[in-house]
């Protein structure tokens, strides 16, 4: 009995019986967590690096020009040189009046400025004002966040089969390296080519580093706490946006707050000594000595007792790639989820990038704001572990879809007809948007998770990454629209454009089927199955274990897994 169901058993079956979620995994899986601190500093950097003050056109002729005024005489100065914008309440931001020189006097011709002054209130400088990326090189801000989505884009579609080809720990290493050199020479360079190129390989590098550590955790846990498991890391990218907002605080230059915020990812390099190489891809790659000597030292750890050909792992088969990604492109059925699935990472990505970016357009104080919207990521994934199971996927990303969609659009409102008082009901809309994006985004990846079948499930989880780096760089558009056009609506439209995409993926995921409770499809016939019958699973084999002699409670570990596995593994 026991021979024959060990070789049956699959590395999740192995990893039940050893401990789901002993001291061992808790161990890795936290040092795995705080990955996602510098990737967090890194990704969203340039909501501070980036952000344009206040500004206006330097007067011409006057060296030492500043955005303060110097008294009365450089206010005059200014209302003679400097073309009022009564709509917008401010000074011109890129035309001056032309001086006439026969008169000695201003004009009322205007011509386009070539100087700027920036107010000192909040950023001593940013990358956009040593630059002067502005009017006319407005454009080259949002290629720069362009470029930082473009990098992630990049990496999606890189580092997967690095680390499937070469390991997990050692494609994790190199991106270390990358990320952690490529974000420190960021804050050296001050011409925009080099500076781009940096950011997109930094990026670039901050999917090598979530990518194959969180593959190297979840394929240590269990099945019964792969949910757990897919929260709880989302926790530790808000402590890291938490943190870079006292950093950005204290530190007000652009360069100075680069290079504080790379040097944490160098403590990464001592992953090489801790970080253990998955024992999924050893067996598959097959050094079965090695991954059975982590298996041991999990057990150990775990102060589990099982047989020896568990330990072993010489009987242990892993899930093949059957069936290829486009054979899901054939049934209509298929093909209809899969866009629908496609869909909403493409829009969870551009609401939840295109809020962040946008922080800097919404009134009131920039770190107060940036600080919220991190808290408020918090929550949302609070409640998507507390409900991802009580309430179901499809419900829980309707209405997470749809709750950011109404609020985006409900911005409208407060902006066109509310005054001066009103201002801060759309910095809340927006964040109740970012709630709803933040919490879209958790839930899509489990409900992607358990809606393609095993046989191209990784296939499918990597082409919708791809969406959603697709939805990454249209976001920095979306977001700068404030900045091309005038008027209330340079607030409004982005929100606009964010919320009625909402509304129409959160109403495309009431067409998936329900997951919640049911059996991971294996086969596309399965896949195409989800929902039509109820498939509750099985815990009935776990009661008598502490009585059983060893074998036969390794039996019971193997047959409960075995059950578990069927809703759970991958």
């Known amino acids: 009995m026991l021979d024959s169901t060990i070789k049956k058993m699959k590395f999740d079956d192995v990893i039940s019986a050893v401990g789901d979620f002993g001291a061992y995994q808790r161990r890795i899986y936290f040092l795995i967590c705080l990955v996602s601190v510098p990737v967090a500093f890194q990704t969203l950097v340039s909501v501070f690096t980036l952000s344009i003050p206040e500004h206006r ?78 009017c006319d090189d407005l454009i080259y801000k949002t290629y720069a966040n362009m470029a930082l989505m473009a990098g992630l884009l990049g990496g999606s579609l890189t580092w997967g089969s690095l680390s499937d080809r070469f390991g997990r720990k050692k494609v994790f290493m190199l991106s270390v390296v990358g990320q952690f050199s490529c974000s420190l020479s960021t804050g050296f360079v001050h011409w925009y080519l080099p500076f781009i190129i940096l950011r997109f390989f930094t990026t670039f590098c901050d999917v090598g580093m979530v990518m194959t550590s969180f593959i190297i955790g979840v394929e240590l846990v269990g099945p019964t706490k792969r949910k757990f498991a897919g929260i709880v890391v989302n926790f530790f990218w808000c402590l890291g946006l938490i943190l870079m907002t006292g950093v950005s605080y204290g530190i007000r230059t652009w360069n100075h707050l680069q ?13 090489s000594v801790f970080l253990p190489e998955s024992p999924r891809w050893l067996i598959n790659a097959g050094r079965v000595k090695e991954a059975a000597a982590i298996v041991r030292r999990l057990a150990k750890e775990n102060g589990v007792t099982v047989s020896e050909k568990i330990l072993s792992l010489q009987e242990v088969k892993l899930e093949s790639n059957g069936e290829k990604i486009w054979h899901i492109f054939i049934d209509r059925t298929l093909l209809f989820r899969c866009l629908a699935i496609f869909i909403n990472w493409c829009v969870a990505s551009v609401v939840f990038y295109g809020l962040s970016l946008n922080i800097g357009n919404l009134t009131g104080n920039l770190y107060l704001n940036f600080f919220l919207f991190a808290l408020v990521e918090v929550a949302a994934y609070f409640v998507c572990l507390v409900f991802l199971d009580s309430f179901g996927r499809r419900r829980l990303q309707c209405c997470s879809m749809l709750l950011g969609g109404v609020a985006c659009l409900l911005s409208l409102f407060p902006v066109m007809y509310g005054g001066e008082g ?5 910095v809340a809309l927006s964040m109740i948007g970012k709630f709803g994006a933040s919490a879209a985004f958790a839930v899509i990846y489990f409900y992607t998770v358990e809606l393609f079948p095993t046989v191209i499930r990784n296939s ?92 036969q409670r390794d039996v019971h570990i193997l047959m409960a897994a075995v059950n578990e596995n069927k809703k759970f593994t991958e």
């Open 57 to 134: 056109c330097a007067i011409p002729e006057l060296d030492n020009d500043t955005y303060a005024s110097q008294g009365p005489w450089h206010a005059d100065l200014i209302n003679q040189s400097i073309p009022w914008l009564s709509q917008k309440n401010m000074y011109s931001q890129c035309e001056v009046f032309v001086k006439d020189v026969t008169q000695r006097d201003w004009s009322n011709m205007t011509t386009k400025c070539d100087k700027w002054v920036y107010s000192k209130e909040i950023f001593t400088s940013t990358f956009v004002t040593e630059l002067n990326l502005v």
């Open 460 to 551: 499918g989880l990597g082409l919708s990454s791809v969406m959603a780096r697709i939805g990454g760089i249209l976001a920095p558009y979306i977001a700068d629209l404030g900045h091309v056009i005038s008027g209330d609506m340079a607030v409004v439209l982005p929100l606009l454009i964010f919320g009625g995409a909402s509304i129409i993926a959160g109403l495309l995921a009431l067409l998936l089927p329900e997951t919640a409770n049911q059996t991971l499809p294996d086969t596309l016939k399965d896949a195409k199955n989800l929902g039509k019958q109820s498939q509750p699973k099985n815990k009935s084999e776990e009661m008598n274990m502490m009585e059983d002699t060893d074998d």
């Open 422 to 426: 009103e201002t801060w009901l759309t």
């Open 259 to 271: 290079i504080a915020l790379s040097c944490p990812t160098i403590l990464l390099l001592s992953y």
